[in-house]
Structure formats: structure tokens, C-alpha cells
């Protein structure tokens, strides 16, 4: 019931791994720029590290802008990193074109947000399928061995029976329909790890849980690591194992997906959680002004001179003036191990100065006051 | 919530003519009263846009308004049939009397003009004999009215920000201080920290402008949060009106029911999800009876062969409609 395909491993091997993974976009320099030194580059992902383990979803939450298609197309090695490293089964890899990468994109396969728009509109199901098996290898022997492929594809993504699908062209299929072509055309390599770029923000709400529920299904009966990237930190609560929130290209917070979404810690990771929509908060009229101060104003920061610090400082409501010149490490929260935060206010010497009362330091609401705050 | 502003009365929009017009909005009624914000919701197909466009005479062809009424209510003055106005009216009705945020407004603005041009052009246009300076004025309180400083009125749109397009083209729906908003997805391409920031703000203006709002998204959560009342769509057909705490507590139809349980909540305790199995109908070929029974849990003898009416499910509960066989309706709903 469990492993079909894959070699029998240990249930939480890191399977793909990101460490200090950080990836500069160079800005087109302008005549002033000449003069300075250092190039003007957007800075996309600074030091991100993550482990992908075999059958765990690992979810990347974040607004737009935040760097976390960036930090999948690093690791789908489409753009070649700034710096970092990247390692599959613990080696270090880094491909560009050719035969490496396609025995990478083997293991480690993407999907995209739009259906629409990664399959081919002239090409049928049957070729798109057809050739991500042939192409990785699985396409069985013979003809009758591929047509079994083809159909062992489709009704691993529930589209069944599969004669019905396999000659129909895109724009006959529905948006869930192709993005579980997409999917199935992942799965045509028989990969290790599944990146999924916000599967489901372009499909109807009554679809999205349908292509959820099969990637969980997936992840179960293939033992596939998957990382899960979305806008919506509700869905990666009940879909993802594990959840590191981004901001500005930093990692903030992580840990265990209930943890964070019930306690966050980093007041990003609250701001984000606070305005997310909640039916239970019925106000008829929007949230009072209190609250929109309390939750942090302005919007993310330029990328190409990030605030120097805390990334967050400029927008945060604890900000002290710590904030603003040390970039916080990731700091362990007391409550939950395995979670924590890239945030001084958790940083022992605050919480202790907080305690004792002593801090002159500390003017601002401190990190006990804001667990209390996060609950 | 004193009186109405518009009314939609038995509403039947058409995509193309003769035999192989596809129906894609059915039969609509819906009222909505001053000051209030009614939120519409319904999978993408549903006709939710489709009905917006349709009642400003908005459709682009093959579109075509195939039957119903859309009576508006100005502030003084007879009501007045939108749908039979002739194109001078039309002109002076529209963004003065009702104003539309379109779905991706952020790509609305013209990005070769500056933000004042066309925050001014509206204004121009509606009010010809106001003077250059008061203009500037009305640009200026506008732009200060959704949170953004006035001298940002000679940006070009790309030097804004997303959240900013945005409140710029609500501030160019309220230019004229119209009596009924419709807004189309307006904040779908927007991150949940802005979502909040500007539905916020939206709030703000409606208690003090006092102007009614149609809200259009798919997204119902968001729906309960900020609407007074809710309706439902599915397959072109309103299938459950009610006030937004009651839709959210005790759906009375099978697919509200379905779309409450589709999407994750934050808070509170991990409630099962469930979905809606299947997939939405396809317009040119619409189950008989009731649009949804091929996806109903409950669906029942009388659901694939009679069409269920739009009323209230009990005599003591006139705030509500839904229709469906489960609860039919006492009597059809009274206008």
C-alpha cells in the first residue's frame, strides 16, 4: 500500500535540500550607477534553506514578490544560483542544460500555477503525456507497454476511465482536468520530488481541494517529497506537514504547519494570519482602525536596497532599534520544537531583559507580550 | 437600509442568438438596498460577471440581454429601466449613477497616461462646466480619500504599486459618487495583506459615502466577513440569497453547503473538508430539473426533472431564499 516505485528509505530522508540558497537578478545599470562600485541587483532569495524530506510536504507561504517562485525555479534548477548550494540525496548539484539536467529533472519535477498555460494547446493529452514518458524513460516497451504507461498515468490522477481523456485537446478539459494533466505529465518521469508552484490559486474553489487531496494522496502512495508554494496560509495548514513563511526574500518563521498558522511567532507571519479572510469575524464592515494599526501598515520593500536589519522592521509594530541594524537569525520558540522565528523579539537576551523589568533596551512590546498577543 | 437602489427582475443574458445561444445568466431576481454591500458568489462559468455586465450594458458581443428588467432607483427621481435607456441617459447613467471596478483593474489604467489625466477625464466628462482647479481639487481629495498621497496624482501607473492601481481605480469609481458600486474580483490579484488593507478602507468609504456595493468573488470566505447579504450562484441561476452570518452558519442549499466546506479555515478546529465532487456544468449542455443535482449529495426523485424556484424556505423566514427541493419554497419571493 505503501512504496510502489521507489526504493524502500527511511520515511523522513531528505530527499532535496537548499542551504543558504540565494539567488541576485541584475538591474540594467543607469549612467550614475557607473559610478558605484557594487551592481545594482534584486535581491530574490537570501539565504533560504530548506529540506524536502520523502512523503512530508514542506509548504513556502508568502505575498507575491516574496521570492518563493524564485526559490522553486532554483531548485527546479531553471536559473542558476547566486549562491548556495542545492543537494540531492546530500551531493551537491548544479546543471545547466543537457544530459545532467535532464537526469535532475528526473528525480525533480515542477508544476506550474496555470494550466492554461503549460500545456500545449495543439497538442492532445496522449502527446504530452507520451512524451514526458518517453523522454525519462518509462515509456514501457512496445506499444501496448506505453498505452498501459499512459493509462496508469491517468488514473493516478482519478481521471478515469482513460480513454475519455487521452485524446482530448486542452481546451476541452476543465481547469482541474488539465492541472491534473499537469501532474500526471510530472509524474511521467517518476520523480522523487514534486515542486508545486501554487497548484491550485488559479482553479475554482470547489475544484482546489479535489487537486489537494490528490497531491496528499500522491505524496502517500509514492513517498514523494513535495514542496508546496502558495499566497493562502490557511491551505497549507491543512495540506502541508511542515510551513516556512518568506518575506522579502528572507525565511521568517518555521515549523510544524498547526504550530505555525495557530501561534505564529514572527509578527509577519501574525500580520499575514490576521488578514487572511474569517468568516467567524463577522464585522459586516471590515476590521476597526485599532486593529489596521496593531497589524502593521505599508507594503513589502524594494528588493534591489532591502532595509538593512530585520527586513520586516520598517512595517512591524515591535519594531526596537535592534531591529534596524542586526538581520536576525532563526531564533527557537519555546513552544514546539522545531519552530522558530527569525525575530529578536525571541532572542533569549530580550526575553529574559523583559522578564526581569530591567531592560531600558526594550521600549517596545516585547516577546512575551507578543506570544500573549499571538496566543 | 432604506429602500431600494436597483432591482433585477427575471434577468436572461445570451451568448449568441437563435438556436445556438448559450444561456449564461437565467432568470435572475435581485434586489439591492441602499447603503448595503451584497456580495455575489459562484465558481468561475457561474455567470456572476456575466450578470454585472449584463445590468450596466457593458456585454461585449455575442453577449446579449435576452429578457428581464433592471429597474434603478436615483436618489430623486422616478426609477427608471437601465435596460431601455437610450444612449445619451445611458452615458450620463453610468459611472455617475453606478460605477464598475473591474476584474484586474490593476491593468485598467491607461499606462501611458498619468494618473491625474485620467482621474480628471472622468470628471470632465460627467460635469463639463466645472473649472480646471475645482477638478484638481475633487482629483486630489479622491486620491487622499483611499489613503494616497495627492502628489501622487502625477505618477504613471507603472510607478505605482499593485494595492495602489487598485485604490486608484476605486477612487475613479467614486469620482462621481455614484449610488451603487459593482465590483468585479477587485482585490483577486492582491496579496491578503493588501485584500485587508483596502476592503478595510472600502468599509470606511461605504458608511461614509453611503453608497451600495455589489461585490463580486469567488472567494465566499471573504464574502462572509465583508457582505450584509449573500447570493449564490451556480449555472447561471441564483441558487440561495441570505443575510452573509446566516448563509455562513446554516446553509440551506446543498452547494452553499459544498462551497463552505471547500475552502480551509484558519481558525478554530480542522474542520472536515469535504468538497463538491464532479465539475461545474457546462452551460451548452444544462442538466433538466435542478442545475447542481448531478453534483448533489442529496439530490432526490423531484431534482432531475423539475427546476426548484427562488423562495423563502419558511413562512417565518423571510430574509432567505434558496432553491431547492429540500426546502421548497412557500411562495415565490414576494417583489
Redesign the interface.
Known amino acids: 500500500m505503501t512504496t510502489t516505485e521507489s526504493a524502500p528509505a527511511p520515511a523522513d530522508e531528505v530527499v532535496l535540500e537548499a542551504v543558504g540558497l540565494t539567488k541576485h537578478f541584475p538591474v540594467r545599470r543607469r549612467l550614475r550607477d557607473l559610478l558605484s562600485r557594487t551592481p545594482t541587483v534584486v535581491h530574490a532569495v537570501d539565504d533560504v534553506s530548506i529540506a524536502l524530506r520523502r512523503g512530508r510536504v514542506t509548504a513556502l507561504v508568502g505575498e507575491s514578490g516574496s521570492g518563493k517562485s524564485t526559490v522553486a525555479r532554483l531548485l527546479a534548477q531553471l536559473y542558476p544560483r547566486t549562491g548556495g548550494d542545492i543537494r540531492l540525496h546530500g551531493a551537491s548539484i548544479r546543471v545547466r542544460g543537457g544530459r545532467r539536467f535532464r537526469a535532475y529533472v528526473r528525480r525533480v519535477q515542477l508544476i506550474l500555477q496555470d494550466p492554461f498555460a503549460s500545456l500545449n494547446p495543439v497538442h492532445t493529452v496522449r502527446y504530452h503525456l507520451t512524451r514526458s514518458l518517453r523522454i525519462h524513460g518509462n515509456a514501457g516497451t512496445g506499444p501496448d507497454g506505453l498505452e498501459k504507461a499512459l493509462a496508469d498515468l491517468l488514473t493516478r490522477v482519478s481521471l478515469t476511465p482513460p480513454e475519455r481523456y487521452l485524446d482530448a485537446f486542452p481546451h476541452e478539459l476543465s481547469g482541474g482536468q488539465r492541472q491534473r494533466i499537469a501532474i500526471a505529465r510530472a509524474l511521467g518521469a517518476d520523480p522523487e520530488v514534486l515542486l508545486a508552484d501554487e497548484p491550485v490559486s488559479m482553479l475554482d474553489v470547489s475544484i482546489r481541494l479535489g487537486v489537494l487531496n490528490l497531491l496528499q494522496d500522491l505524496k502517500d502512495r509514492l513517498n514523494l517529497a513535495i514542496l508546496y508554494i502558495t499566497h493562502d496560509i490557511a491551505s497549507a495548514r491543512y495540506f502541508a506537514d511542515d510551513t516556512i513563511v518568506m518575506y522579502a526574500g528572507r525565511m521568517v518563521e518555521g515549523g510544524d504547519s498547526e504550530t505555525v498558522t495557530q501561534r505564529p511567532a514572527h509578527p509577519y507571519t501574525r500580520l499575514l494570519t490576521d488578514s487572511a479572510p474569517d468568516p467567524e469575524r463577522i464585522t459586516g464592515a471590515g476590521g476597526d482602525a485599532d486593529a489596521a494599526t496593531e497589524r502593521g501598515h505599508g507594503e513589502p520593500p524594494s528588493l534591489i536596497r532591502p532595509p538593512a536589519g530585520c527586513r520586516f522592521h520598517p512595517r512591524c509594530p515591535h519594531a526596537m532599534p535592534r531591529c534596524t541594524t542586526e538581520l536576525p537569525p532563526p531564533i527557537p520558540v519555546d513552544d514546539r520544537p522545531g519552530h522558530w522565528a527569525a525575530c529578536w523579539l525571541f532572542d533569549p537576551a530580550t526575553v529574559a531583559a523583559e522578564k526581569t523589568g530591567t531592560a531600558a533596551a526594550t521600549p517596545t512590546a516585547g516577546a512575551t507580550a507578543g506570544q500573549e498577543a499571538a496566543r | 437600509m432604506n429602500g431600494k437602489v436597483l432591482e433585477i427582475r427575471g434577468l436572461c443574458v445570451d451568448y449568441g442568438i437563435g438556436a445556438d445561444a448559450v444561456r449564461a445568466v437565467r432568470d435572475v431576481d435581485l434586489t439591492l438596498h441602499r447603503g448595503e454591500?451584497l456580495g455575489l458568489a459562484g465558481?468561475?462559468g457561474s455567470g456572476k460577471s456575466t450578470l454585472a455586465y449584463g445590468l450596466t450594458r457593458l456585454l461585449p458581443p455575442p453577449g446579449v440581454v435576452s429578457g428581464g428588467q433592471v429597474i434603478y432607483h436615483p436618489a430623486e427621481g422616478p426609477p427608471v429601466d437601465v435596460l431601455t435607456l437610450s444612449p445619451a441617459r445611458l452615458r450620463e447613467f453610468r459611472w455617475a449613477e453606478t460605477s464598475i471596478v473591474f476584474q484586474g483593474a490593476m491593468n485598467s489604467l491607461n499606462p501611458v497616461h498619468k494618473v491625474s489625466t485620467q482621474l480628471l477625464d472622468v470628471i470632465r466628462a460627467h460635469e463639463p462646466t466645472s473649472t480646471a482647479a475645482s477638478r484638481l481639487a475633487r482629483a486630489k481629495d479622491l486620491l487622499r480619500l483611499v489613503g494616497i498621497a495627492a502628489d501622487r496624482l502625477d505618477s504613471y501607473p507603472h510607478q505605482l504599486?499593485g494595492?495602489m492601481r487598485q485604490r486608484v481605480m476605486i477612487a475613479m469609481a467614486l469620482a462621481l459618487e455614484p449610488q451603487l458600486v459593482i465590483m468585479d474580483e477587485p482585490t483577486t490579484a492582491l496579496?491578503?495583506?493588501?485584500?485587508?488593507?483596502i476592503?478595510?478602507?472600502?468599509?470606511?468609504l461605504?458608511?461614509r459615502l453611503g453608497f451600495a456595493v455589489l461585490f463580486i468573488t469567488?472567494?465566499?470566505?471573504?464574502l462572509?466577513?465583508?457582505?450584509?447579504r449573500i447570493a449564490i450562484m451556480y449555472g447561471g441561476r441564483i441558487v440561495e440569497e441570505a443575510p452573509?452570518?446566516r448563509l455562513?452558519a446554516e446553509p440551506l442549499h446543498p452547494y452553499t453547503e459544498?462551497?463552505l466546506h471547500?475552502?480551509?479555515?484558519?481558525?478554530?478546529p480542522?474542520r472536515e473538508?469535504?468538497?463538491?465532487?464532479g465539475?461545474?456544468p457546462d452551460l451548452r449542455a444544462m442538466p433538466a430539473g435542478c442545475v447542481f443535482h448531478p453534483r448533489c449529495p442529496k439530490a432526490f426523485e423531484p431534482c432531475d426533472e423539475r427546476v426548484p424556484v427562488l423562495g423563502p424556505p419558511g413562512v417565518d423566514d423571510p430574509t432567505r431564499a434558496v432553491a431547492c427541493w429540500l426546502h421548497p419554497a412557500v411562495a415565490p419571493l414576494p417583489r
Open positions: 454591500v465558481e468561475s504599486s494595492g496579496d491578503v495583506v493588501m485584500q485587508r488593507q476592503l478595510g478602507q472600502l468599509a470606511e461605504r458608511e469567488h472567494d465566499l470566505s471573504l462572509v466577513e465583508f457582505s450584509d452573509a452570518a455562513y459544498g462551497l471547500s475552502f480551509p479555515a484558519l481558525r478554530g480542522r473538508l469535504t468538497g463538491i465532487p465539475s461545474p
